[in-house]
């Protein structure tokens, strides 16, 4: 990036909708010096004035939901999620099957004399069997909510799959913020180190400045690569949930807007009713404990009709088949397990119960920490910071090499600023997980 195009992105306002008392502060900007080696130095003076302007304008980044796009995309495209949805529909047609009647019986039968072939009998039947009727209803009732459970077991592999993809937006995101920054230091890094091979040639600076300058380059230079290579791995994930099609809208360095955390109480009561898991163990327990209806409705006996068509040499019968079963043994133990089941998921729903809550609790505590660590960080003071290090420079308080040795720290401290911006956001991300 060269100092015209530095020059150009500058012309851009940066403070429109900010206050009288920002924008003095922002104002305070780095005045290029007039002097020996001043067009480097303004060359300088330019990547300061944008660094301050990322310093002061880093917090205000946040769009409406970037990452919606995205997420549609990959919802549609992720051969994972579309399995899922098969096996959903696969599970519900299961469902439907389970509450069929049996199959119809046809049965022949021809009994003749082996002493008198002439004398001969012929009998036809068909059958059907069913259950008691009011099986049928309970079992419809209980196929209602095996299908709920599918659907939620559906819910959950798409809330973890999405939240994966967003989780991977937030960390590009991040990393093109930190790109930007890198890019900006790099640009003075290289300033300095003409400067320091201009002053080692005029004798006012050592071999070692110039060595100084050159080694942070290389680490610049380093930090850069390493930010690229963790870019295009995050990007391959990302695209590789996509079923490795292109993502027409991909994210830039702006995160989705977010609405400020609320009280603890207040949270729970909002999040944890759309918990996937917990909508899950719902689910599964209202099933396993109809269940146990379904296994009472084996206890009644089980029916059959048909019709049945005799003939003979002289004479021929048609009459009806009218039958039963009882379940004496067949059904034996079945209401005993069910209940044990039902038992099992109502114990399995309050430990998903608890542990969700333990999650969202955790998750809760880490934003409030991160939040703290934030607003530790004085952003107004930086930027004032970086004024009076070019004051001070100007004055001859600060050689170029000290300047430099500040503004890195400065800037450290901005990075380590950006990287707890970019875990609340993926904190956030987890405790509204649910609204994807």
Request: net charge neutral; charged share 25%; glycine share 4%.
């Amino acid at each position: 990036m060269n100092v015209r195009k530095l020059k150009q992105i500058l012309s851009t306002p940066l403070h429109r909708g900010r206050s009288k008392a920002d924008r003095e502060l922002t104002e305070c900007q780095f005045v290029p010096w007039r002097g020996e080696h001043s067009a480097l130095c303004d060359g300088v003076g330019v990547g300061l004035l944008l660094l301050l302007s990322l310093l002061t304008t880093s917090t205000m980044a946040q769009t409406a939901d970037p990452i919606a796009p995205v997420l549609e995309q990959i919802e549609q495209n992720n051969r994972l999620l579309r399995a899922v949805r098969e096996e959903v529909k696969a599970d519900l047609l299961e469902v439907k099957a389970e509450n069929n009647l049996p199959d119809p019986s046809v049965g022949y039968t021809r009994s003749f004399d082996t002493e008198n072939s002439s004398l001969r009998q012929d009998e036809l039947t068909v059958t059907q069997g069913f259950d008691f009727p009011t099986a049928y209803a309970t079992r419809s009732k209980y196929n209602r909510l095996q299908a709920d459970v599918s659907e939620q077991r559906y819910a959950v592999e798409r809330r973890g799959i999405l939240l994966e993809a967003k989780l991977l937006c937030l960390e590009l995101i991040g990393l093109n913020r930190e790109k930007e920054l890198l890019e900006m230091l790099t640009v003075n890094a290289d300033s300095l180190v003409a400067l320091s091979a201009q002053r080692l040639e005029s004798g006012e600076a050592t071999a070692l400045e110039v060595n100084r300058a050159r080694l942070d380059l290389m680490t610049l230079r380093t930090e850069l690569a390493d930010n690229a290579a963790a870019h295009r791995e995050a990007l391959q994930r990302l695209l590789a949930m996509n079923g490795n099609r292109y993502i027409s809208q991909m994210v830039g360095n702006a995160y989705p807007a977010i609405r400020p955390l609320p009280a603890y109480e207040t949270l729970r009561d909002e999040v944890m009713p759309l918990r996937s898991e917990l909508r899950l163990a719902d689910a599964q327990k209202s099933a396993a404990h109809k269940m146990v209806a379904v296994q009472r409705s084996g206890l009644l006996p089980k029916l059959e009709v048909g019709y049945k068509h005799s003939t003979s040499p002289t004479e021929a019968f048609n009459g009806f088949i009218v039958g039963g079963s009882i379940p004496l043994f067949s059904n034996r133990g079945k209401v005993k397990a069910a209940r044990a089941r039902s038992l099992s998921a109502e114990l399995r729903r309050e430990e998903v119960a608890l542990q969700v809550e333990a999650s969202l609790q955790a998750l809760y505590n880490e934003v409030r920490q991160v939040e703290e660590a934030m607003q530790a960080y004085d952003l107004p003071l930086m930027d004032t910071t970086f004024c009076l290090l070019g004051q001070a420079l100007h004055g001859g308080q600060l050689s170029w090499h000290e300047y430099f040795v500040e503004l890195e720290a400065l800037v450290r401290r901005k990075q380590t600023y950006l990287q707890l911006e970019n875990r609340y956001q993926k904190l956030m991300a987890e405790i509204y997980a649910d609204r994807l």
